[in-house]
């Protein structure tokens, strides 16, 4: 399992927990829609592809290091979580996807 480039997140939980986002998308399509405000589940996984996607343009670019204040500085907070925290980032991925996979108890 490789590495992104300065980051210690391996890509396979980044691309698990997309894939487990888009599948819950398609299970909830035919469900009455809510938004991520009011499902803390959809509100937990727009946390974490905010994290897992800031880390990642991070490590790319360093585009995010202008914006350290304001309403942009939430990104680059976002990107400092995910790089300080991400063992544990990658656990909640990793959960989440699995979490997301599994079937729903009716």
């Known amino acids: 399992m490789y590495t992104l480039?300065?980051?210690?997140?391996p890509r396979s939980l980044t691309l698990l927990c997309l894939l487990a986002s888009v599948n819950s998308f398609l299970q909830?399509?035919?469900q009455l829609r809510m938004s991520a405000l009011f499902n803390f589940?959809?509100?937990?996984l727009v946390?974490?592809?905010v994290i897992c996607t800031c880390t990642y343009v991070q490590s790319q670019t360093r585009i995010l290091d202008r914006n350290k204040t304001g309403i942009l500085g939430i990104f680059w907070k976002a990107?400092?979580?995910g790089e300080r925290l991400s063992p544990y980032v990658s656990m909640a991925?990793?959960?989440m996807g699995?979490?997301?996979l599994l079937?729903?108890?009716a």
């Open 47 to 49: 946390i974490l592809l």
């Open 103 to 105: 079937p729903a108890k």
């Open 93 to 95: 991925c990793l959960f």
């Open 79 to 81: 990107a400092r979580i």
């Open 28 to 30: 909830h399509d035919s």
């Open 41 to 44: 589940q959809s509100l937990l």
């Open 5 to 9: 480039r300065g980051a210690s997140q």
């Open 98 to 100: 699995i979490s997301l």
